[in-house]
């Protein structure tokens, strides 16, 4: 478990400090930037619910004092947030493409919501 958690905050640090960068700007580039690490952004938060699902509250503040920041920046997020608002409407075509290109299919949309509920129940 003590190398897992040590893992995961690695990558902890990597998610938090993209959040804070595109939370600095919000052009064309970030929303691209966003766009393309979404995939890799669920699977990491998949990581860390399942991670916290085996700790108690102050485990997880200890080991994750910053959870809350990470997650508010990401709420903050209007590139993060408009994927979500899209998952969330039930006019979802099969595959949605974004204006940088990036297309996801309706399946890892709808991942991508219930890890985030799921977090958001725990915290």
Request: glycine share 4%; proline share 3%.
């Amino acid at each position: 478990m003590a190398q897992e958690t040590a893992v995961t905050n690695v990558r902890f640090e990597h998610w938090l400090k993209k959040a804070v960068e595109w939370g600095q700007v919000t052009t064309a580039e970030s929303q691209q930037d966003v766009c393309l690490h979404l995939p890799e952004l669920q699977a990491f938060l998949l990581q860390i619910y399942e991670v916290l699902q085996n700790m108690n509250t102050t485990a997880v503040i200890q080991s994750f004092p910053l959870i809350g920041q990470l997650l508010g920046r990401l709420c903050w997020n209007p590139f993060v947030v408009a994927h979500g608002m899209l998952e969330e409407s039930n006019t979802l075509p099969g595959n949605i493409s974004y204006e940088s290109g990036y297309t996801y299919s309706k399946k890892s949309i709808d991942e991508q919501q219930m890890i985030n509920r799921r977090l958001a129940a725990m915290v």
